[in-house]
């Protein structure tokens, strides 16, 4: 079989190739031309031209640089020998190996006879790239996308010291990726963007509620009453309903009705000021001597324990050794019941 390594100078063709020939090497004879000072065991193929009559069946023929050898010729042109015969080689036992930069530099003839194809390329930062065929990709620099074999290489360095690949070594000049420069700035672009519109988005659909106006403290402390009275105020004004407006919630009192509610208000509260029992049953009533509604026992335990009242003005000693509360009104007084224990 003929084996085609072909790529741009320094892409490791030529240690790919050494790579090689280290197992061929194991089993076979090689005939090499074309590798400089190489140490793995082989015979120098002085004339390549005349192969067919100097290398024996079995063996393996190494060629570099083969466009020297086999170059491509005009149409019309006798095909050499040295050419014609590849066509049997396979007869022989034989195998080539050889290398060149691109298949356009070598004869039609012998492209046409290559059953393996190996394309190197050094892309940079990128690294390097093996791209192999099973036959010649004649567009093998444009083509490599399709190759059917693609991976990543790297030159093995256990066979530097094992030939010489150049008299002279050139460190070759490797221009600045500015293409992947640009797609990484376009990226971080579209991220930023993408970024900015998500916040304004959610923003839009979570919206934050806004923080609670601080409240006075003297707000804490205002009566009820001006809320109530605010409120009344805002209500739209409705003329009232003759005919329910004067129906009373409850029986009995008639102040209840709805029509009297704008002028109904609470002005003083049912504390209770005294208890009297007469047997067994007990009443409380307040500075007016008005009856409250509270239960014979909770009366009971009233005029036994008389608990601290907050709401009841502390009584206070005037001149003549009265007692009077410090609003000087009666409600607050315990007036005593004649009769009552």
Not at 57 to 72: F, H, K, L
Not at 281 to 297: A, E, I, K, M, Q
Request: with cysteine.
């Amino acid at each position: 079989m003929l084996t085609l390594i072909t790529g741009n100078p320094g892409t490791g063709k030529s240690a790919a190739l050494v790579s090689m020939l280290e197992e061929l090497g194991k089993e076979r004879q090689l005939y090499v031309n074309g590798i400089p000072e190489l140490l793995i065991p082989h015979i120098e193929l002085t004339e390549p031209e005349k192969w067919h009559e100097t290398v024996p069946d079995g063996s393996v023929i190494i060629i570099d640089e083969v466009q020297r050898i086999w170059r491509p010729s005009g149409p019309g042109q006798k095909i050499p020998e040295m050419i014609a015969l590849l066509e049997t080689h396979r007869h022989r036992g034989l195998d080539f190996y050889i290398i060149t930069q691109g298949p356009n530099l070598i004869h039609a003839n012998v492209r046409a006879l290559i059953g393996r194809h190996v394309h190197l390329r050094d892309l940079g930062i990128l690294g390097r790239w093996w791209y192999e065929w099973p036959e010649c990709a004649d567009n093998c620099r444009t083509g490599w996308k399709n190759a059917p074999i693609k991976k990543r290489y790297r030159l093995p360095k256990s066979v530097f010291g094992k030939y010489k690949s150049a008299s002279i070594h050139v460190k070759p000049v490797r221009s600045f990726p500015w293409m992947l420069v640009v797609m990484i700035a376009a990226l971080l672009t579209v991220f930023v963007m993408s970024w900015f519109a998500y916040r304004a988005i959610n923003a839009r659909l979570h919206p934050v509620a806004p923080e609670p106006l601080p409240v006075s403290p003297n707000a804490a402390t205002q009566p009820a009453r001006q809320d109530a009275v605010a409120a009344r105020a805002s209500a739209p004004v409705v003329a009232p309903d003759e005919r329910i407006a004067f129906i009373p919630r409850l029986s009995d009192r008639p102040w209840t009705a709805p029509a009297y509610d704008e002028i109904r208000r609470v002005v003083a509260m049912p504390l209770i000021t005294g208890a009297m029992c007469i047997n067994d049953h007990c009443v409380c009533f307040n500075g007016s001597r008005r009856l409250l509604d509270v239960s014979s026992v909770a009366c009971d335990e009233w005029r036994i324990q008389r608990p601290f009242n907050p709401y009841d003005a502390e009584p206070v000693l005037v001149d003549g050794g009265g007692v009077s509360d410090r609003t000087g009104s009666n409600e607050g007084q315990s007036v005593p019941v004649p009769g009552a224990t």
